[in-house]
């Protein structure tokens, strides 16, 4: 049975037959019920679904930072940004087959956009956490210097991320992440990013390399 929550207006919502009606970020969407099959998967199903799962896990530690850097892409679509980051992620940053399959660390995108990405980036080992520097030379439009960095340490040991989305604003050339005790000695693959005031446009991140314990 479909029901209309919100009245005639506002599209019905819930099965009829052997389709399914819904509200998807403000569009009608209609699919057909899904059927199980008996069929034993192929080996590209396998390796395809596989690629889903060791990327969903990955970016489930991070859902802040990925919810900013691909939040702007996802308005207006039927997507939503955890689904836009791992369509992306899937073609570009797993390597391997099937059922070796590891996740590519220099190729991860966790943010996607239009913004000038991070110039001249670079990352150090600091007390209690990472020094992240860029350049923000005079060309850069007077509105893109208020963008802000968008910094990430994530440790493959202990499958943890941590992260600032909205950090110092790019005309500073500079920020700070400080980094948790259990973290401070632990090898991390580290990201920059920019996004907009408006959180509605971003960079695309940069990889800043695998950084060693001092």
């Known amino acids: 049975m479909a029901i209309i929550p919100g009245g005639i207006l506002s599209g019905p919502n819930g099965t009829v037959g052997a389709v399914i009606t819904y509200n998807l970020n403000g569009q009608i969407v209609m699919r ?11 080996l590209p199903q396998l390796q395809s679904r596989m690629q889903m799962g060791i990327l969903t896990l990955f970016v489930n530690k991070m859902k802040g930072f990925i919810k900013t850097g691909f939040g702007g892409l996802a308005r207006g679509t039927t997507l939503n940004y955890h689904n836009l980051a791992i369509r992306y992620n899937k073609n570009h940053a797993t390597i391997g087959e099937y059922p070796d399959i590891a996740i590519a660390y220099d190729q991860i995108i966790l ?13 150090a080992r600091v007390e209690d956490g990472l020094k992240f520097t860029w350049d923000c030379p005079s060309r850069i439009e007077s509105s893109f210097r208020t963008d802000q960095v968008m910094m990430l340490a994530y440790s493959p040991e202990m499958d943890k991320s941590i992260f600032i989305d909205a ?11 400080i980094l948790p005790s259990f973290m401070q000695e632990k090898q991390l693959e580290v990201y920059i990013a920019f996004v907009a005031n408006d959180r509605l446009q971003a ?7 695998s950084i060693s314990p001092v």
């Not at 943010?111 to 990352?123: D, F, M, R, T, Y």
């Not at 950090?167 to 992440?177: M, N, T, V």
Request: charged share 35%.
């Open 32 to 42: 057909g019920k899904r059927r199980a099959s008996n069929k034993a998967p192929s």
């Open 111 to 123: 943010s996607k956009g239009n913004l000038e990405q991070a110039i001249n980036p670079a990352v």
């Open 167 to 177: 950090g110092a604003r790019r005309r500073k050339e500079e920020d700070f992440l």
């Open 203 to 209: 960079a695309d991140s940069m990889y800043l390399g």
